[in-house]
């Protein structure tokens, strides 16, 4: 008897390899339609039944949206006070860009906290990075809540009248 791979498997592995390399040459004409100025990063995602590469934000893809509340330390307020806060704002958005995400706005506060931050990223790993890095940065300090739409908060309540809740003691 002649040994090999069954038919099935024979079958199944031209199958992946066919998916593969469909998916390759959609990645190598997306990078080849791309603007030298669009961004270089690729974002892959599964959007209403079908697998998607491409550069974010595209039409069929909102990213979730963050809330900055920040205040500056002392070497923080020194570091700004020698440069221009404009320099500040673009700074920032620099940096939530390296995460893959969008500046939305930027502003600065007196209060309880010395500013505010809105920006888009694609996911919770990427917003906690970016507040691991400003964090230890020992420049500011600041802590970073999840947005919601009124559309999410919505399916939050349907979902939760499927949950069971026990209260301790009962």
Same mark, same amino acid.
């Given at each position: 008897m002649k040994q090999g791979r069954s038919p099935v498997l024979h079958s199944l592995g031209d199958a992946i390899a066919t998916v593969l390399v469909d998916a390759a040459m959609a990645v190598t004409a997306l990078d080849a339609a791309l603007e030298p100025n669009d961004t270089n990063q690729r974002y892959c995602a599964w959007i209403n039944d079908g697998f998607w590469c491409g550069p974010l934000p595209f039409k069929d893809c909102v990213m979730p949206k963050y809330l900055v509340e920040g205040r500056y330390t002392s070497d923080g307020l020194k570091g700004l006070a020698r440069e221009a806060s404009s320099r500040r704002r673009v700074d920032i958005a620099k940096t939530i860009e390296s995460a893959g995400g969008k500046l939305e706005v930027f502003y600065f506060a007196f209060g309880d906290a010395?500013?505010?931050?809105?920006?888009? *990223?694609?996911?919770? @790993?990427?917003?906690?990075?970016?507040?691991?890095?400003?964090?230890?940065?020992?420049? *500011?300090?600041?802590? @970073?809540?999840v947005l919601m739409t009124a559309d999410e908060m919505d399916q939050a309540i349907k979902k939760s009248m499927t949950i069971e809740f026990l209260p301790p003691g009962h």
């Open positions: 010395d500013f505010y931050i809105i920006f888009d *990223v694609p996911d919770n @790993i990427s917003a906690a990075a970016l507040s691991v890095v400003a964090n230890q940065s020992r420049f *500011v300090t600041s802590k @970073i809540i």
